[in-house]
């Protein structure tokens, strides 16, 4: 018996803009307006001389749906550049996170130690809780989440996404 998987590839788009009220809010428009879902979103000003911001976004879809995403995205006027890093070439992506568990006795010293597998730091902490950072792919910050949970994970809070292109090319 073939268990087939339809797993719909996951990509990061990073889209240059004019940092400029209203323009966020279009490209989501873009997003919800055709029924395609956004996994991540990042957005901060990247030129304050020439005023534009940097939008990472990670969505799923085919070939077809990504490249209806980058061309309506590219017809947007606030839009100076669309970049699907995912088929570009090589990428680094990043996600920082703050985790909050709440742990006594031996939970508390599984959570230290798993932290510390993990290259979690400690930023808080108080007789009954932690909160840890850590930072990675999206793949590495869900496998401490989940190694939290039975520890007494009680509150995630996640930056999304970052992505940039390796190499001397820019964007």
Known sequence: MSTETNITPRHTI????D??????ARVVGLFSGR???????TVAEVDATLDRSRINIVTCGDDMIINQIRAQL????????VVDLTDEGP???????????????????EALRVADIFRARAVDSTLGSFVFEVTGD???????IDLMRP?????????????????ADAM
């Open 91 to 109: 990428s680094v992506e990043r996600e920082l996170a703050l985790i909050k568990v709440v742990a006594h006795g031996d939970d508390r010293i």
């Open 138 to 144: 999206s793949n590495k910050v869900n496998a401490f």
């Open 35 to 41: 029924g395609y879902n956004i996994e991540s979103l």
């Open 74 to 81: 590219e017809r947007l006027v606030p839009v100076f550049n």
């Open 19 to 24: 940092n400029e009220p209203g323009v966020l």
């Open 151 to 167: 520890l007494g994970l009680a509150e995630v809070s996640r930056t999304g996404v970052v992505a940039i292109a390796r190499g």
């Open 14 to 17: 990073a889209v240059l803009v």
